[in-house]
């Protein structure tokens, strides 16, 4: 069994930053791919960005203000937000793919005030 712990999200004002962290615990031995995506209130999940071993893949509403890196050593996935706006407000979601499995954590909130 796999378990991600999230932590970093909070209250911030537009403009400001956040720092996401996601833990993996469990049965690893290695982590394809890991990630966050995001759910505002009435919409969709949706993705915000991954990494695997090679490379780092974004949508196109974060390219340029979040960049999402990964410590392989302690099975972790960063999410460094910059620039957050006010539709950034989410929960936000990690996975984590392995073992042809993909993986939730529990979600951390994630709201910018205008």
């Known amino acids: 069994q796999v378990q991600l712990v999230e932590s970093g999200g909070g209250l911030v004002q537009a403009g400001g930053s956040l720092r996401l962290s996601c833990a993996a615990s469990?049965?690893?031995?290695?982590?394809?791919?890991m990630g966050w995506y995001r759910q505002a209130l009435r919409k969709q999940r949706e993705l915000v960005a991954d990494?695997?071993?090679?490379?780092?893949n974004y949508a196109d509403y974060v390219e340029g203000r979040f960049t999402i890196s990964r410590d392989n050593a302690k099975n972790t996935v960063y999410l460094q937000m910059n620039s957050l706006k006010p539709e950034d407000t989410a929960i936000y979601y990690c996975?984590?793919?392995?073992?042809?499995?993909?993986?939730w954590g529990q979600g951390t909130q994630v709201t910018v005030s205008s």
């Open positions: 469990g049965s690893i031995f290695i982590i394809n791919r």
């Open positions: 996975i984590a793919d392995l073992y042809g499995s993909r993986y």
């Open positions: 990494i695997t071993s090679g490379s780092a």
